[in-house]
């Protein structure tokens, strides 16, 4: 089992990573997803560890989908909210929202002015698809 204590040093590198990577790109409507990290994780057979760095334009809403692993969302700038079985988590910059594997669930960006930046940590198993879509 993967704790808190063995993931924390890959979420914080990985966060300084995607903080160093970031850029301004408003010309262009489309979301972005750019991996960071992919990696097999040496604590845990069969499984890895992906981040991303993933931008949604202004009132942008995702595909219905869902990840194959544990998400951990970590809010750059903007608002956002997830919707999960029902349920909608908010966050703004510096806020964390968890997801569960293979959760059935929408990200919309809640501003119809400012771009939405949030890095994705997912651990989930090797090999399996990042995001798979469900409509």
Do not use: C
Not at 120 to 131: K, N, R, S, Y
């Amino acid at each position: 089992m993967i704790t808190t204590s063995r993931i924390a040093p890959l979420l914080a590198a990985g966060a300084l990573t995607a903080v160093s990577a970031l850029g301004t790109a408003f010309a262009d409507e489309a979301p972005k997803l750019t991996e960071i990290l992919k990696s097999p994780l040496a604590i845990e057979d069969g499984n890895e560890v992906i981040v991303s760095h993933v931008e949604y334009p202004p009132g942008f809403t995702s595909p219905v989908h869902y990840h194959t692993g544990h998400v951990v969302v970590y809010i750059l700038e903007g608002s956002g909210a997830m919707k999960v079985d029902g349920d909608v988590r908010t966050g703004g910059p510096g806020d964390v929202i968890e997801e569960l594997p293979e959760k059935v669930m929408v990200m919309r960006n809640e501003s119809d002015s400012e771009w939405l930046r949030f890095v994705v940590f997912q651990v989930g198993p090797e090999g399996a698809p990042f995001i798979v879509r469900t409509e």
